[in-house]
């Protein structure tokens, strides 16, 4: 999951990587952060930490469900700073 987790958001961020630092927490799977490099598996400090189901975060990646949504219906938690977090969701769409 992460594996494929990692070459989908490379995918969606691009070359350009991202302006600060997004950790995903896969509950169960593991941890993807994102910043100026692109995505990767790991598990470091970053300015903002979703945490979200396998599923959740699957139908995120797919375009099914909107990450706005998602925090908003408790299915996405959020610690950290929420602008950055509306960055990336901006980029996943």
């Given at each position: 999951?992460?594996?494929?987790a ?5 995918e ?70 929420m ?11």
């Amino acid at each position: 999951v992460v594996t494929a987790a990692v070459a989908s958001l490379n995918e969606k961020v691009g070359s350009g990587g991202f302006d600060g630092t997004v950790k995903f927490v896969i509950e169960g799977e593991g941890a993807i952060m994102v910043d100026g490099d692109g995505a990767r598996a790991g598990d470091d400090d970053a300015d903002v930490t979703l945490t979200a189901d396998t599923e959740t975060f699957q139908a995120m990646m797919d375009g099914d469900l909107n990450p706005t949504s998602a925090f908003m219906t408790g299915k996405l938690a959020l610690d950290g700073d929420m602008g950055m977090a509306m960055k990336l969701g901006a980029i996943l769409g």
